[in-house]
């Protein structure tokens, strides 16, 4: 049952929306002349929530997608370098709990881009807790640069119904759940799961971070008012900030783990295109007995990004099957 989708494609550069999709959808002219009961009641009652903007309100664990800040992250805090690489076996073993690559067997040596590529959990794992002499992120620096990439806060888009998404944090976990935070939950949000939530227009504001090479910008969907009486037309302003927290000599080596995801790894179904892409697929558990949440995010042209595209399918199961094609 795939009925539960949203889409959302952007201009990186100025963050001009071009689509903002979600699915199961309703008519709104039905709205606009007074809505009888039986159509109202048929839209409150479908439990696909039509009503509800997904692409803005909804909060979901990005998967593999939120990858990108994570190695954007350890790049800059030298964590590695480009060239650094892990050995992935299928997993590493901690405490007594195995934390899997998706790949039974693993990669083999992997750095940044070829993890970025083949979306390798273990790289992750090593860059974000750390393991044995190899020291990680931590969580309280994942979490610096996942606010520097505006997740845990509104994207200030220009309609109501965002969500601001959530940053687990040591702080919270204690006062929420009483338990101390372990070096497993910081694996979980390295690979984008655990009690990690964003928006998919979040998703896609990052994804255009990347893309442009570093600018906040405003997702919007206002361009002009027009006066009605004195004709007179105003151009809405929005605001672009630089992401202070990446260079962009970092910013484009994601970019370049972005394209090797359609020449050699997990995104090569976009080599169809008539032109060159950057992409990352995403599937994230959020359920014991529910399927995954199937994600893809993309930009093009790669050497000169005019179009970001961000797909989410609630329970789609996998990104690269499910999200890519659409």
């Excluded at 845990?152 to 929420?176: A, H, R, V, Y």
Aim: net charge neutral; hydrophobic share 40%; proline share 5%.
């Amino acid at each position: 049952n795939q009925r539960k989708i949203a889409a959302i494609a952007m201009n990186p550069n100025n963050g001009e929306i071009i689509a903002l999709v979600s699915w199961p959808s309703f008519d709104n002219n039905k709205f606009s002349q007074g809505i009888d009961r039986a159509t109202y009641q048929s839209y409150i009652e479908d439990k696909d929530l039509p009503l509800f903007n997904r692409a803005i309100g909804g909060g979901y664990p990005p998967g593999s997608t939120a990858k990108l800040i994570i190695a954007a992250a350890a790049l800059q805090e030298k964590i590695v370098t480009r060239f650094t690489s892990v050995s992935s076996v299928g997993g590493i073993t901690v405490g007594g709990t195995v934390f899997k690559d998706w790949l039974a067997g693993g990669h083999g040596m992997t750095n940044v881009t070829k993890a970025l590529a083949w979306s390798v959990n273990t790289f992750f794992y090593y860059i974000g807790g750390g393991y044995e002499k190899f020291n990680g992120l931590g969580i309280d620096t994942i979490g610096e640069y996942l606010s520097a990439f505006h997740l845990g806060q509104n994207t200030n888009i220009d309609i109501p119904g965002e969500n601001p998404g959530f940053i687990p944090s040591k702080e919270w976990k204690k006062k929420e759940k009483n338990e101390a935070w372990f070096v497993g939950d910081t694996y979980n949000v390295a690979i984008g799961q655990g009690d990690l939530l964003v928006s998919p227009l979040q998703d896609a504001l990052w994804t255009a971070v990347v893309a442009n090479n570093g600018k906040l910008i405003t997702p919007h969907l206002g361009k002009t008012i027009i006066d009605p009486i004195t004709k007179e037309i105003k151009t809405l302003e929005y605001p672009v900030e630089a992401l202070e927290k990446v260079s962009a000599e970092n910013l484009a080596i994601i970019r370049e783990g972005m394209r090797d995801c359609v020449t050699i790894g997990s995104c090569q179904l976009l080599q169809s295109l008539p032109f060159l892409t950057g992409a990352k697929t995403g599937t994230a558990q959020w359920s014991k007995n529910r399927p995954t949440h199937a994600w893809f995010t993309s930009f093009a042209p790669y050497s000169n990004p005019q179009i970001v595209v961000t797909v989410l399918v609630e329970d789609g199961g996998q990104g690269s099957i499910v999200s890519m094609p659409i």
